[in-house]
């Protein structure tokens, strides 16, 4: 099974590509799709929504999975988190999937991170995974939903 995990983010969205073979997860590939705060929203969520497009087509997943959105500091950022969640669930659509959402508590337990930060989670993401991982927390947020999803739903069909 492989799994495409998304991590929205309105400045920067990162995604990531797990495959669950023989009870093992191997990096596919991950990436962030970066926009610049300047930008008009439209451009913003357009650039998302593009990027996603062409990563998921590039790696064809068997599924998708998404963090769900959480309380904020502010609705104003609350807003642009939904904004950019829309268009990466709009994005998984269009290819064909419906993306499933996991919340971060639930992300963090299943990767050991329970209690921990984003470097926390970044760090348990590498040990799973074996490999050093290129880019912001984004990325690594974004293999840990992945992880999340795989383990999950291995579990659900054994």
């Known amino acids: 099974m492989v799994v495409f995990g998304i991590d929205p983010g309105s400045v920067v969205t990162g995604y990531g590509v797990v495959r ?3 009870g093992r997860l191997h990096l596919l590939g991950a990436g962030c799709l970066r926009t610049r705060s ?3 929203m439209g451009q913003r969520l357009q650039t998302i929504h593009e990027g996603l497009v062409a990563a998921i087509g590039q790696h064809r997943p068997d599924e998708v999975a998404i963090e769900q959105i959480f309380r904020h500091k502010s609705s104003e950022s609350a807003l642009r988190l ?3 969640r829309g268009v990466a669930l709009l994005a998984a659509a269009q ?3 419906e993306a499933v959402g996991y ?3 639930v992300i963090k337990q299943s990767v050991g991170a329970s209690g921990a930060d984003k470097k926390g989670v970044a760090k348990m993401v590498q040990m799973i ?7 912001p927390l984004d990325v690594t947020d974004a293999l840990a939903i992945a992880i999340t999803h795989a383990t999950h739903r291995s579990r659900s069909v054994a």
Do not use: T, V, Y
């Not at 995974?129 to 290129?134: A, D, M, T």
């Open 20 to 22: 669950l073979h023989r």
């Open 95 to 97: 290819c064909g999937f």
């Open 38 to 40: 300047s930008w008009p």
């Open 103 to 105: 919340n971060p508590m």
């Open 82 to 84: 939904g904004q950019a």
């Open 129 to 135: 995974l074996g490999k050093p991982i290129e880019g």
